[in-house]
């Protein structure tokens, strides 16, 4: 059984840089496509990032690109989340996500995924 596990939110001023990590275990994390969603203080899950099983190919929602990076340590079964450049609007609960299925065009739905981790909360000040 797959398990996840977030570390690394905090509190950070707007303008700053977190880097999330998600733990992975129960399988083998290279045969897996991961990424991740936020949910923010009120609102629905979203589409954050995603990567393939190679680590070969990225996938972004419009709002972090540029600032945020997703990238994956097979050997370290371990997944990340760089963020930079950091708004009062990515204030959310941060969740990574893996399914043994890598399809691209289905990252962005919350459906796909059927591994999900507990969540780190990222709260940034303004």
């Known amino acids: 059984q797959v398990q996840l596990v977030e570390s690394g939110g905090g509190l950070v001023q707007a303008g700053g840089s977190l880097k999330l990590s998600c733990e992975f275990s129960?399988?083998?994390?290279?045969?897996?496509?991961a990424g991740w969603f936020r949910q923010p203080p009120g609102k629905d899950r979203e589409f954050v990032a995603g990567?393939?099983?190679?680590?070969?190919?990225?996938y972004y929602t419009d709002s972090v690109k540029g600032r945020f990076t997703i990238s994956r340590d097979n050997a370290k079964n371990t997944l990340y989340l760089q963020m930079n450049s950091l708004k009062p609007e990515d204030t959310a609960v941060y969740h990574c996500?893996?399914?043994?299925?890598?399809?691209?065009?289905?990252?962005?739905?919350?459906?796909?995924?059927?591994?999900w981790g507990r969540g780190t909360q990222v709260t940034v000040s303004s």
């Open positions: 996500v893996a399914d043994r299925v890598d399809d691209p065009l289905n990252y962005h739905k919350s459906t796909f995924w059927s591994s």
């Open positions: 129960g399988r083998s994390f290279r045969n897996y496509a």
């Open positions: 990567i393939r099983w190679s680590g070969m190919s990225t």
